[in-house]
């Protein structure tokens, strides 16, 4: 199975600060990562798919980038209701992966 | 709107037996990729099975290889998870989840609330 490892694990941040989680996977994946924001008590939402493709609604401070085994999730400018749990995960073959995910909050 | 309704979870004996369902609505069902994925409590995502829109193809992580089973009924636009021979390391919440395809690729854009599984005696 492909390993998925996100860093860091958890940081603090403030409001209006640029932020970035990184996710590396153990082989290539190409492009076919996504990223998911959960909040407490609430299913996972995907933000990004395709490393890079924003989803509908998602607001354009958030952006991925990266192809192949190395990748990133970039709030430019965080707000309130961003404090969250963020999750990659590999759906270029089975089984499916996701990151252990990487805790965002108040500092 | 796109709405996934789990339903089925429950407390269960280790060595039991749950089936799962997930009642669809909002978009057209049999179009459509669907997943199933656990989360333990306080811990992270992990990936149970997949199903393609036809039914034809299905895909389960090792964990669950052998012991669980998905389907899912096209004309009644709901998704199943049978789940024999319980662990008690199958507890978590289990969500529905549905597929958003491009070439093949499916990532899961929205997903149910969750339905809770508890394997213990």
């Known amino acids: 199975a492909i390993r998925m490892t996100q860093s860091p694990s958890s940081f603090s941040a403030s409001t209006g600060d640029r932020v970035t989680i990184t996710c590396r996977a153990s082989q290539d994946i190409s492009s076919y990562l996504a990223w998911y924001q959960q909040k407490p008590g609430k299913a996972p939402k995907l933000l990004i798919s395709a490393a890079s493709t924003l989803q509908d609604g998602v607001p354009s401070r958030f952006s991925g980038s990266g192809s192949g085994t190395d990748f990133t999730l970039i709030i430019s400018c965080l707000q309130s209701e961003d404090f969250a749990v963020y999750f990659c995960?590999?759906?270029?073959?089975?089984?499916?992966?996701f990151g252990q995910g990487t805790t965002v909050e108040v500092k | 709107e796109v709405q996934l309704l789990e339903s089925g979870g429950g407390l269960v004996q280790p060595g039991g037996s749950l089936r799962l369902s997930c009642a669809a609505s909002?978009?057209?069902?049999?179009?459509?990729?669907m997943s199933w994925v656990r989360q333990a409590p306080g811990k992270g995502l992990e990936w149970v099975s997949t199903?393609?829109?036809?039914?034809?193809?299905?895909y389960y992580a090792e964990s669950v290889e052998g012991r669980f089973t998905i389907s899912r009924d096209n004309s009644e636009n709901t998704l199943y998870l049978q789940m024999n021979s319980l662990r008690a390391e199958d507890t978590a919440l289990y969500y529905c989840a549905k597929g958003r395809c491009v070439s093949g690729y499916c990532p899961n854009d929205y997903w149910g609330q969750g339905t809770l599984v508890t394997v213990s005696s």
């Open positions: 199903i393609r829109d036809s039914g034809a193809q299905t």
């Open positions: 995960q590999q759906y270029y073959n089975y089984p499916w992966t």
């Open positions: 909002g978009f057209t069902f049999s179009g459509y990729a």
